[in-house]
């Protein structure tokens, strides 16, 4: 299984800006789409951006125009830009290869 690894989660307040970061191993890391989950307490993962190795992206509904997924291949690397933070943002953020493999989760919490 690949190595995930994500940092960048906090504590913020309602309106303000996280960048959450994805240091990925597999050495076909370029291939591979990669993805964004979060986890609310009691609730199944649910998804929140997506994107291809050709840089398409897809957004949850409830994210869309506030959120920004972007990857560095150089880096091994996918990226959660969050902006206009609602509390309802409030949840452990998820990476993933979209292939079975996932990162131990990083807390966001939005306070209002």
């Known amino acids: 299984q690949e190595q995930l690894v994500e940092s960048g989660g906090g504590l913020v307040q309602a309106g303000g800006s996280l960048r959450l970061s994805c240091a990925a191993s597999s050495i076909i890391f370029r291939l591979s789409s990669m993805g964004w989950y979060r986890q609310f307490p009691g609730n199944q993962r649910e998804l929140v951006a997506t994107i291809t190795p050709g840089y398409s992206t897809n957004y949850a509904d409830s994210v869309k125009g506030r959120f920004t997924i972007s990857r560095d291949n150089a880096m091994k690397a996918v990226y959660l830009q969050m902006n206009s933070l609602k509390p309802e943002d409030t949840a452990v953020y998820y990476c993933?290869?979209?292939?079975?493999?996932w990162g131990q989760g990083t807390q966001v919490t939005v306070a209002s």
């Open positions: 993933t290869n979209m292939r079975g493999s």
